[in-house]
């Protein structure tokens, strides 16, 4: 029994640690990346990209949180309205670039 209390509690600990120290992004950075990286697409819609500014294009989006976007932007995506390519197709972008931009886009779309 106290194997599996304890296994519980690191699990619980893990879960914990693990929120409290989600990534932290810096939307105002997330302005100039944007402009550079990834306005092609944001702006216009292209290959189904969101528009920056469209608030019904983000809707459904901003449920998920800005860390599960980044992940996603991240990585690349396909979805059923489009595609994101890692990292926007610039892959010298850091990962806290990609969600500095990505949180600049979700302000921007509120």
């Known amino acids: 029994m106290s194997r599996f209390v304890s296994t519980a509690l690191i699990g619980a600990a893990m879960l914990v640690s693990g929120n409290a120290f989600a990534a932290s992004y810096d939307a105002a950075a997330g302005k100039a990346v944007y402009e550079k990286s990834c306005a092609t697409c944001h702006k216009t ?23 599960a976007m980044a992940a996603k932007s991240i990585k690349g995506f396909k979805g059923t309205k489009g595609m994101m390519p890692a990292k926007g197709g610039n892959a010298s972008l850091t990962d806290k ?14």
């Open 45 to 67: 819609g292209m290959m189904g990209a969101p528009k920056v500014g469209a608030k019904a294009d983000w809707t459904g989006r901003v449920g998920q949180g800005v860390d």
């Open 97 to 110: 670039q990609v969600g500095d931009a990505v949180a600049y886009m979700v302000g921007a779309s509120k």
